[in-house]
C-alpha cells in the first residue's frame, strides 16, 4: 500500500487508511521506531498494560497449588510450631 507525505502546518504527515487501522488494531497514541529503511509504528503501550490477565492466571495457578501447599504428615506430628 502506497501513500504520500503530506504537509500538516508546520510538519509532515500521511493518512493512514481506515481498513488498514482497523487490520492492525491501531488507534489513539502510537509509538514510533526509526528502523532501518523505514519507520514502525505500533500501539503505545500503557503503564501496567497486561497486569490484569497475569493476576487473573497467578490467581489460577495458586488455587491449583493450594491443595499441594497443606501440612503433610511430617508437619502435623514432628514439627513443632
Known amino acids: 500500500?502506497?501513500?504520500?507525505?503530506?504537509?500538516?502546518?508546520?510538519s509532515q504527515g500521511i493518512r493512514l487508511p481506515k481498513l488498514l487501522l482497523e487490520q492492525t488494531g491501531i488507534s489513539g497514541e502510537v509509538?514510533?521506531?526509526?528502523?532501518q529503511g523505514g519507520i514502525l509504528i505500533r500501539n503505545a503501550e500503557t503503564p501496567r498494560s497486561g497486569w490484569d490477565e497475569a493476576f487473573r492466571a497467578m490467581a489460577e495457578?495458586?488455587?491449583?497449588?493450594t491443595a499441594a501447599n497443606l501440612p503433610n504428615e511430617f508437619e502435623k506430628k514432628e514439627w513443632q510450631w
Open 61 to 65: 495457578n495458586d488455587a491449583e497449588d
Open 31 to 35: 509509538e514510533l521506531d526509526v528502523h
Open 1 to 10: 500500500m502506497r501513500a504520500h507525505i503530506i504537509q500538516i502546518g508546520n
